[in-house]
């Protein structure tokens, strides 16, 4: 399959480091059959040494479409890692080429090669040589401006891009401010190329708004513990308390089949608040829940909360 074959707008969800595994992202999909999923952000020196990172290689079926996402700054580490990525079954890889971690950048990965297109170009075509997979960027709007976005953009289109993402901010801005979509639409009109917009998109409807003339949008921070941010509200109501509850639970599940009882419960923090937030006592039970260090006191207390009468819940959930 190439990006021709999907459907516009193309639905993406963001790869994030600890976020989006192989239990989230069979979560997402239960939710959205045409939401492409991205791996977590990946180092692919790590895949090389690590038996245990190349875990993170692995996926359900349900998964399909799935990208691997991918970091690093050796064109042939990317080459061998890619080919590795195709054997396993994988639709293709995206290359971080915007992380604004000052770790990352300082070992001229992420957004750092945005400075140097040479080596951003090199690491394209190592893939594009070793493999036949979909090859794509996730980048952002330049450095300090969006000045050298489209001469960047038109370098990586020439190398062998398939698709890039662009997040509307740049390096400078890291998360700060809000992310500006204008250099992204004027890009797509000098790019042959599918292009997808990404940046402070809350949820479906947004995306809808802010996709324009581009391919499609990319959801990050807002699906985190909130998978229906990608389901069209036309198509699906605002989910309940008791689904909300169930499909954490589920999602617990799912993470308990490659974790450790004790590592879940703190690794399942990160999508808890979202969770279970909008309704009554939520605060509170957000803070036992936090503070679980057995996995049967956890589960009872989630399955309390699925039970309350809907009158006691005060649902107040944003469409």
Same mark, same amino acid.
Not at 216 to 226: L, T
């Given at each position: 399959?190439?990006?021709?074959?999907?459907?516009?707008?193309?639905?993406?969800?963001?790869?994030?480091?600890?976020?989006?595994?192989?239990?989230?992202?069979?979560?997402?999909?239960?939710?959205? /059959?045409?939401?492409?999923?991205?791996?977590?952000?990946?180092?692919?020196?790590?895949?090389?040494?690590?038996?245990?990172?190349?875990?993170?290689?692995?996926?359900?079926?349900?998964?399909?479409?799935?990208?691997?996402?991918?970091?690093?700054?050796?064109?042939?580490?990317?080459?061998?890692?890619?080919?590795?990525?195709?054997?396993?079954?994988?639709?293709?890889?995206?290359?971080?080429?915007?992380?604004?971690?000052?770790?990352?950048?300082?070992?001229?990965?992420?957004?750092?090669?945005?400075?140097?297109?040479?080596?951003?170009?090199?690491?394209?075509?190592?893939?594009?040589?070793?493999?036949?997979?979909?090859?794509?960027?996730?980048?952002?709007?330049?450095?300090?401006?969006?000045?050298?976005?489209?001469?960047?953009? /038109?370098?990586?289109?020439?190398?062998?891009?398939?698709?890039?993402?662009?997040?509307?901010?740049?390096?400078?801005?890291?998360?700060?401010?809000?992310?500006?979509?204008?250099?992204?639409?004027?890009? /797509?009109?000098?790019?042959?190329?599918?292009?997808?917009?990404?940046?402070?998109?809350?949820?479906?409807?947004?995306?809808?708004?802010?996709?324009?003339?581009?391919?499609?949008?990319?959801?990050?921070?807002?699906?985190?513990?909130?998978?229906?941010?990608?389901?069209?509200?036309?198509?699906?109501?605002?989910?309940?308390?008791?689904?909300?509850?169930?499909?954490?639970?589920?999602?617990?599940?799912?993470?308990?089949?490659?974790?450790?009882?004790?590592?879940?419960?703190?690794?399942?923090?990160?999508?808890?608040?979202?969770?279970?937030?909008?309704?009554?006592?939520? /605060?509170?039970?957000?803070?036992?829940?936090?503070?679980?260090?057995?996995?049967?006191?956890?589960?009872?207390?989630?399955?309390?909360?699925?039970?309350?009468?809907?009158?006691?819940?005060?649902?107040?959930?944003?469409?």
């Amino acid at each position: 399959m190439t990006w021709k074959d999907f459907p516009r707008p193309l639905v993406c969800l963001a790869p994030m480091d600890g976020i989006t595994n192989t239990a989230y992202r069979r979560i997402v999909r239960s939710l959205s /059959k045409r939401t492409l999923l991205f791996s977590e952000f990946t180092s692919v020196d790590g895949l090389l040494r690590s038996e245990r990172l190349r875990e993170r290689m692995d996926y359900h079926p349900s998964e399909h479409p799935f990208f691997m996402q991918l970091f690093g700054n050796d064109p042939q580490a990317f080459a061998e890692v890619s080919k590795m990525v195709e054997d396993r079954g994988i639709l293709g890889v995206d290359i971080n080429m915007g992380c604004p971690s000052k770790k990352i950048v300082n070992s001229q990965h992420g957004s750092a090669l945005m400075k140097d297109v040479d080596g951003a170009c090199r690491i394209i075509e190592s893939i594009r040589s070793a493999c036949n997979l979909e090859v794509s960027v996730k980048t952002r709007l330049g450095w300090e401006n969006a000045d050298n976005l489209i001469p960047f953009a /038109k370098s990586l289109e020439a190398a062998g891009t398939s698709l890039v993402t662009i997040h509307g901010r740049t390096y400078r801005q890291a998360f700060k401010g809000d992310a500006n979509w204008e250099p992204i639409y004027e890009l /797509k009109r000098n790019l042959s190329i599918p292009v997808v917009g990404n940046g402070d998109v809350q949820d479906y409807s947004d995306g809808i708004k802010k996709t324009k003339n581009l391919d499609g949008f990319m959801i990050g921070r807002s699906a985190i513990g909130n998978p229906w941010v990608f389901c069209n509200p036309y198509e699906r109501a605002n989910p309940s308390l008791a689904e909300r509850v169930e499909t954490a639970i589920r999602h617990y599940e799912l993470l308990r089949e490659f974790q450790t009882e004790h590592r879940a419960l703190r690794e399942f923090r990160k999508y808890l608040g979202e969770y279970i937030q909008g309704f009554r006592h939520a /605060k509170e039970q957000r803070k036992q829940l936090m503070t679980c260090e057995r996995e049967e006191d956890f589960l009872n207390q989630m399955r309390e909360i699925a039970s309350w009468e809907a009158s006691d819940s005060e649902l107040a959930f944003a469409s």
